[in-house]
């Protein structure tokens, strides 16, 4: 089975602080996603990454940054967090070559910023 | 561009009630259609999708049939069960190098 997970399921940080989530899949997938997720308004994407040291920019990257060093690691980063960045994070992978890229993902981090 | 609509919650149903969740999409040529279920404290798992026109996803008593003519996915469970309680989203991917999108989720609740 595909496993995803998450460096964290709850953090903390205040404001001003620089953040890392750290993700690992183990299944050797091409591709990694970061979500947010927010009542009422669903999933919505931060960044994705289709190969190593590739990022491309989702819906709302703004506030945020990522890394991919190595093919198993996608690791999300706020440069300074603020209180609107309080959300649960998603992270998700999936196989580059699959028809209709089904996507596995983590079991999320609920990050608060005070 | 794309887009998933689907009803807005929460349900609320009764154990062995019938359950339907509409799913609409818009969407250029010929989309892959997912229901993701987001079980309390989880994140996101596949339950079923449908890669062509007239396909059927099932999988643990859930069924959802792609029809394009109506552009629908509607997800249906004969007797819900307590266990069914989740978010469940619908989402669709037009080619497997694309970005997932994905509706806003139903929250379901079933009550003994």
Redesign the interface.
């Given at each position: 089975d595909v496993k995803?997970t998450q460096s964290s399921r709850y953090l903390v940080k205040r404001t001003g602080e620089k953040v890392f989530l750290e993700c690992v899949q183990d299944m050797d997938h091409e591709n990694m996603?970061w979500y947010r997720q927010d009542p009422?308004?669903?999933?919505r994407?931060i960044y994705?990454s289709?190969d190593v040291k590739m990022k491309e920019k989702?819906d709302i990257p703004e506030g945020y940054s990522v890394s991919r060093e190595k093919k198993e690691r996608f690791s999300l980063i706020l440069e300074s967090a603020s209180t609107n960045q309080t959300s649960m994070y998603?992270c998700?992978s999936s196989l580059?070559?699959?028809?209709?890229?089904?996507?596995?993902?983590?079991?999320?981090t609920r990050l608060t910023v005070l | 561009g794309d887009s998933v609509t689907q009803m807005e919650g929460p349900v609320t149903l009764s154990e062995e009630a019938f359950l339907t969740i509409n799913c609409t999409y818009t969407a250029t040529g010929y989309p892959s259609l997912f229901w993701y279920v987001q079980y309390p404290g989880e994140g996101l798992q596949l339950l079923l999708k449908a890669t062509k026109a007239d396909d059927k996803g099932s999988n643990k008593g859930f069924e959802a049939t792609y029809r394009k003519e109506t552009t629908s996915f509607h997800l249906e469970k004969g007797s819900v069960q307590v266990s069914d309680s989740a978010v469940y989203f619908c989402a669709l991917s037009r080619t497997s190098y694309d970005k997932v999108i994905f509706g806003p989720g139903t929250s379901l609740s079933v009550i003994p």
């Open positions: 995803v996603f009422g308004l669903g999933l994407l994705f289709y989702g998603l998700a580059y070559r699959t028809g209709g890229n089904e996507q596995f993902f983590g079991p999320g | -």
